[in-house]
């Protein structure tokens, strides 16, 4: 969650209102794989699948994005909310092995680093982050994944 990166090959769907529909659309996790569908909402409700010839997934930077042909045209009939989704693939591959030697190794560190942490803390570590028990990812750690970390607009 921290870097904004999915390391294992991850299904996501981003929803967006018809306000927020550009030509060209981040998608908030990196980096993108694929574009699996978009799909569109209208006014009555009825969902329309977008064909993959209008659009081009932009893989080479981070974040990804999906961005039209040139010459074609969101549909322009959309409900107001919840009215365009796109389901995609980011992730560098199935296996943690796929994963650049570089990207491994931070996380790795981090990983260790924060267990670590934990470990010699564990009766007094605080549990702040969410409702779910977790506890806190240490300053440390989050400095070492840092170049990690997707900047988004």
Do not use: M
Request: hydrophobic share 35%; charged share 20%.
């Amino acid at each position: 969650a921290f870097t904004g990166r999915s390391f294992i090959d991850t299904t996501w769907e981003y929803t967006l209102d018809a306000t927020d529909i550009t030509s060209l659309i981040e998608l908030p996790r990196a980096p993108l794989s694929s574009i699996t569908s978009i799909k569109t909402t209208d006014d009555d409700n009825v969902v329309t699948t977008v064909t993959a010839s209008d659009y081009y997934a932009i893989t080479s930077s981070e974040p990804g994005r999906v961005s039209l042909v040139s010459g074609n045209t969101w549909p322009t009939d959309l409900r107001a909310f919840s009215s365009f989704t796109v389901e995609y693939v980011s992730g560098y591959g199935a296996l943690a092995q796929a994963l650049p030697d570089s990207v491994r190794f931070l996380v790795k560190q981090a990983v260790l680093l924060t267990v670590a942490r934990w470990y010699e803390h564990r009766s007094d570590t605080k549990t702040t982050v969410g409702t779910r028990g977790v506890p806190e990812v240490p300053l440390e750690a989050k400095g070492i994944a840092e170049p990690l970390k997707v900047h988004y607009l």
